[in-house]
């Protein structure tokens, strides 16, 4: 996981996969989170993330170029069979991680994930959701996408795969140069459900809540409203109770009783 700014989301996504990490490890798979940021700007991310037993690696985010090739070579160096990445504004649900764990006792392969994702905002008012699916085999939703080490390792040049001024697609240019090396079919769709993954919008973002609440419901349907959301995952009750602000201390167990806790 990167991280820049956005602190609140950020700690949610933190949690969040704190809570994943445990889960494939409790699933009998060896699993380890690293962060990756400028802890020296942000110390009090830096500070939750090791509070979390996440390990964290100190990269400036400027240029983006290099703080993306130093991360996808870290996550390489760890030498585990994939490396999963995973967004500092995003979580997946338990059943899309059930997938995973499951894909992960089978055969190797490339790279799977998920192609869909909901749009939503942090804001509490704003109670509009949408479903995003990916337009192009090749490209799967960023978080939760899982890549063999080993493919990987021999399809991407880190050195030479970014432009210094580039500012997006990051994740895309490696999707591409995978197809390129094989083809898009090693890149596996396991899930297409709405809930597969959450993009939760502060409005820092590159693309907008707004960008896409503009469009047509036939272009991106509606997924539950946002309060409905609420009740069910724990990370986006925990980020409206106010557990995930810079302000506050306590870390809360994955899978606590929520009822008892009030707003921060």
Known sequence: MLYHKRPELTRMSMWHMAKVVKKFNDAG??????????????????????????E????????????????????????????????????????????????LFLEKVVSFGTNTFTVMSADKESEETCVFKTRKRMHLCNSGQFYLNWSVSRAVNFRSIYSRDQTCNFDGKINEAISNKWSETVIETISTESDDCFDVKDGTDIHSYESYMKKSPSIYPPNKNRSELVEMYEELKLLDLGYFSPSCDKIVEPGADLSELERI
Do not use: R
Not at 68 to 96: G, P, R, V
């Open 56 to 103: 964290h690696f100190e990269k400036s985010n400027s240029p983006l170029s290099s703080k993306f090739s130093f991360s996808y070579t870290q996550a390489l160096l760890k030498e585990t069979d994939y490396i999963c990445k995973m967004d500092s504004n995003n979580f997946n649900s338990d059943e899309y991680w059930d997938k995973c764990i499951e894909k």
């Open 29 to 54: 798979h060896k699993a380890q989170g690293i962060v990756i940021g400028c802890g020296k700007c942000e110390p009090k991310s830096k500070a939750y993330a090791e509070k979390l037993n996440l």
